[in-house]
């Protein structure tokens, strides 16, 4: 069984930054590619940022590159979510996922991942 936390939520300006972080209670965590995704108010679940099991490989949405920034520390079973110049559009509630798959595979869609945290909120303000 996978568990997933997610923490660091909050109410930000507009151009100010945010971490999030997700912490796993799971003996496979450092075998699964982790992804982060997001809910905006009357939008599905869009994908955000992946990083692979190792942490050597990274994708983006466009909507976030070079905002953005995942990492993970397989010591402690965390991954995060650095957010910078953050927008009004950025606002959501924010989802860790583990990968279904244990290899080094990074996969971009929500079918790639089979376990789902319980969200966090984001707001940016104008």
């Known amino acids: 069984q996978v568990q997933l936390v997610e923490s660091g939520g909050g109410l930000v300006q507009a151009g100010g930054s945010l971490r999030l972080s997700c912490a796993a209670s799971?003996?496979?965590?450092?075998?699964?590619?982790m992804g982060w995704f997001r809910r905006a108010p009357g939008k599905e679940r869009e994908f955000v940022a992946t990083i692979s099991r190792g942490g050597g490989r990274t994708y983006f949405a466009d909507s976030v590159k070079g905002r953005f920034t995942i990492s993970r520390d397989n010591a402690k079973n965390m991954v995060y979510l650095q957010m910078n110049s953050l927008k009004p559009e950025d606002t959501a509630v924010y989802y860790c996922a583990a990968a279904q798959s244990l290899t080094d595979s990074v996969p971009t869609e929500q079918r790639g991942y089979g376990y789902w945290g319980q969200g966090t909120q984001v707001t940016v303000s104008t």
């Open positions: 799971d003996r496979t965590f450092s075998w699964r590619a």
